[in-house]
């Protein structure tokens, strides 16, 4: 008698025997504006695993998004680049416009860049989150890009936003600024945020690109891990029967309150796998005819398999269902990428939008140690100090966030002990 799990093939395991699955790949290119170049549907965020990001070069995977103040990513993208014929990827940087505008200012970090990442041209040199219109008319910026085009180092220039940082003093949103900058002709691709919880201002936006061209590359595509890590956090909270500080314990309530609501919904509607809404999410965007490509950030070779399998494909009609379930009983409870509105209306100047952002990093990025010195670093106000307050940033909220709850919770993580 054979042995449990063994054929009668030469001993072959039952599990050999089983055709394996097929490798994922990329199934869909799609043009990238006026650049001439097709990316794949499915692009490499900030992936910090080397290998990785090799493996999804390797699956066809043929844009990576990078910046200056991603720490050591450049030297990951050397790597995992090296060996690959380098007109079949598009690699795109960001330089934030600092202090020093100048133009030789802008060509010394960008030679940094050049060599960091070992190679001789970039393909896209974006200006990294410009947080007002005025910025993208620095003349030092495109003087750089003028001459580094000419000497064949950079080929096009691109912008990058997902809502202001609002503690630096700007006040002016995503679509504001990126309508700004297709009007101003000069930059050839956006990289933006776009989901299926915040759609209006990204699709105006995209509208405009495709009349003039420009390439788009999107990001916060899966606004669902904030809500389940927040969830957890409270599960965790009373689970250690921690006592609440009690100027917090309102805006928990507030949190909570909308987080049992939402329950209902996703016992209803079957919406309890993570997975399975994310990726929906990223169908969503793919639906959009007007997206080049949507930013990946796989940690692990699973996580990629999976973004992998979602080239080419787009959502069902039960996936449609879903996501429209999740909007209405859990869209409450995630506050907008690029949005800021309630933020004027908090006296004490917290960045709202800036610490829900570092939080993502935090719950859903696995970028613990960025997200927490991030937010160390903010210049102000933060999220200690919505302890007593009466919630202004959640009555002037439009979509109705608890987002003092969730500013406080988001505290409680990133905070240095």
Request: aromatic fraction near 8%.
């Amino acid at each position: 008698m054979l042995g449990v799990g063994v054929s009668a093939q030469a001993g072959r395991t039952f599990a050999d025997s089983q055709e394996a699955p097929a490798a994922a790949k990329i199934k869909e290119y799609r043009a990238l504006g006026r650049t001439g170049f097709k990316v794949s549907d499915i692009a490499a965020g900030y992936i910090q695993d080397e290998g990785v990001l090799r493996a999804a070069l390797d699956a066809g995977m043929n844009y990576i998004d990078t910046a200056e103040q991603y720490p050591g990513h450049h030297r990951v993208v050397a790597r995992a680049v090296k060996g690959l014929d380098r007109k079949s990827v598009f690699v795109t940087t960001k330089l934030e416009v600092l202090e020093d505008k100048s133009k030789e200012g802008f060509l010394k970090r960008a030679r940094k860049c050049l060599e960091d990442l070992e190679t001789n041209y970039i393909d896209c040199l974006m200006m990294h989150m410009p947080e007002k219109a005025e910025i993208l008319k620095t003349e030092g910026f495109h003087e750089a890009m003028t001459q580094l085009k000419a000497e064949g180092r950079v080929r096009f220039v691109g912008v990058s936003n997902h809502g202001s940082f609002w503690f630096r003093d700007p006040e002016e949103t995503m679509e504001k600024v990126l309508l700004a900058a297709a009007e101003d002709g000069r930059f050839d691709v956006f990289l933006m945020a776009y989901n299926f919880l915040r759609m209006d201002e990204a699709e105006r936006v995209l509208e405009v690109c495709r009349e003039k061209g420009i390439g788009t590359a999107v990001m916060k595509s899966t606004p669902v891990a904030i809500y389940y890590g927040l969830k957890s956090r409270v599960e965790q909270l009373e689970k250690e029967k921690k006592e609440v500080h009690p100027l917090y314990a309102e805006g928990l309530k507030r949190y909570k309150d909308k987080v049992d609501r939402a329950e209902e919904f996703i016992r209803k509607y079957n919406l309890q796998n993570q997975e399975e809404i994310q990726e929906a999410a990223v169908r969503f965007v793919l639906e959009n005819p007007n997206v080049g490509t949507v930013c990946s950030v796989p940690k692990t070779y699973d996580e990629l398999d999976r973004f992998l399998r979602l080239s080419g494909t787009r959502l069902s009609d039960l996936e449609k269902t879903k996501l429209a379930a999740y909007r209405q009983g859990c869209g409450e409870l995630y506050c907008r990428h690029a949005c800021g509105v309630c933020e004027p209306a908090c006296p004490r100047g917290v960045p709202v939008n800036t610490i829900m952002r570092f939080y993502q990093y935090y719950a859903a990025r696995g970028r613990e140690r960025e997200a927490m010195l991030n937010y160390a670093g903010i210049p102000g106000a933060r999220a200690d100090v919505c302890a007593g307050c009466p919630g202004h940033c959640e009555a002037a909220c439009p979509y109705h966030v608890p987002i003092q709850g969730m500013l406080i919770l988001a505290h409680s993580h990133l905070a240095v002990p």
